[in-house]
Nanobody, 118 residues
Framework: QVQLVESGGGRVQAGGSLRLSCAAS????????MGWFRQAPGKERELVGR???????YYTDQVKGRFTISRDNAKKMVYLQMDSLKPEDTAVYYC????????????WGQGTQVTVSS
């Protein structure tokens, strides 16, 4: 069982930066793949990017070059550094965990709101 708690959301002007954190519980955290997702009002939840257990990363084209995902297995933390933020990045951001790349994400945090004003 893994529990996830996001923090670090807030309001920022376009062009600014925020860093989201995701605190995880569970003894086998280092073996889990972690993902960041977001859901804007009226839209479906979408993947932002992910970091695998070997720390390889993937980003969607929408955020590539602006967002960076990292993890600290000793602290059981995952981070989403968001730079050059745009109003269209406004959404609730969620972190998620899965025990295998072949599985769907099994565990989800409660989400944290990010609002980017123009």
């Amino acid at each position: 069982q893994v529990q996830l708690v996001e923090s670090g959301g807030g309001r920022v002007q376009a062009g600014g930066s925020l860093r989201l954190s995701c605190a995880a519980s569970g003894r086998t955290f280092s073996t889990y793949g972690m993902g960041w997702f977001r859901q804007a009002p009226g839209k479906e939840r979408e993947l932002v990017g992910r970091i695998n257990s070997n720390k390889s990363t993937y980003y969607t084209d929408q955020v590539k070059g602006r967002f960076t995902i990292s993890r600290d297995n000793a602290k059981k933390m995952v981070y989403l550094q968001m730079d050059s933020l745009k109003p269209e990045d406004t959404a609730v951001y969620y972190c998620a965990a899965r025990s295998s790349p072949s599985r769907e994400y099994e565990y989800w945090g409660q989400g944290t709101q990010v609002t980017v004003s123009s």
